[in-house]
């Protein structure tokens, strides 16, 4: 009796394991598709010249309402910085926490996208928290493939960040809300505890649940040093 607790018990922390692995899996795939379809439509989307120049992206799919937050949201995703001379790196698991952005376009679940626009930026990404606005300054991001992208939101702030909800898409501040590891789901995709400076700033192979997201990253960005070099 005693050695079939233990092998139940064995199996059902193995099911959870691989449970909670489809689940990070799926968020990976939800991010690729929240991105595909954000520069899809390049009219209504992120200006090109912004995702080349961007250091790191961070997409945020689906995150809601929550109600242990006093005005504020929640959601997982993953950030995704650009090695050097090397594309675009492994995903790093995020927790969005704060804030109160949803109520401006509807509060329904929220696709969050973010841009960090220089090397300070990407360095307060890798710690174990940054808070936008205070730790790396944030504005809402313009819309449109002809979008000023020299304004001087652009030229001054660290991060710029995007929403959409029931299909409105806009540029919005994100002043307030923050952005701490997921070591949990780091865990589950790298088969390792990892934090994400291990992640962000190391040549950390990149599991095969995120290649549709990096697939994404390069169709729509060209690789930052030809974009700086056509500046």
Not at 62 to 76: I, P
Not at 81 to 93: D, E, T
Not at 146 to 162: P, V, Y
């Amino acid at each position: 009796m005693r050695k079939f607790l233990v092998l139940t018990v064995t199996l059902c922390s193995s099911s959870f394991g691989l449970f909670a692995q489809n689940k990070a899996d799926e968020r990976l795939q939800d991010a690729a598709r929240v991105l595909h379809e954000i520069m899809d439509t390049p009219d209504k989307g992120i200006p090109q010249d912004l995702m080349n120049k961007a250091y790191c992206v961070v997409v945020v799919p689906g995150a809601k309402k929550a109600a242990f937050l006093v005005g504020g949201e929640y959601g997982k995703g993953f950030a995704v910085c650009r090695r050097h001379h090397a594309g675009w790196g492994a995903p790093a698991a995020v927790i969005m926490e704060g804030g109160s952005f949803g109520f401006q376009i509807g509060g329904a679940d929220t696709d969050v996208v973010m841009l960090v626009m220089n090397e300070h930026g990407m360095k307060e990404l890798d710690k174990s928290k940054v808070t936008l606005g205070a730790d790396a300054s944030v504005a809402a991001g313009p819309v449109g493939r002809t979008a000023a992208a020299d304004t001087d939101a652009f030229m001054t702030a660290e991060i710029l960040s995007w929403s959409r909800s029931k299909g409105v898409f806009a540029g919005i501040a994100l002043k307030g809300a923050s952005l701490r590891s997921d070591e949990k789901d780091n865990a589950e995709l790298y088969g390792q505890p990892m934090k994400n400076h291990d992640i962000l700033m190391t040549p950390t192979p990149v599991p095969a649940a995120a290649r549709p997201l990096i697939t994404e990253l390069d169709r729509y960005s060209m690789h930052k040093d030809n974009a700086d070099r056509t500046q």
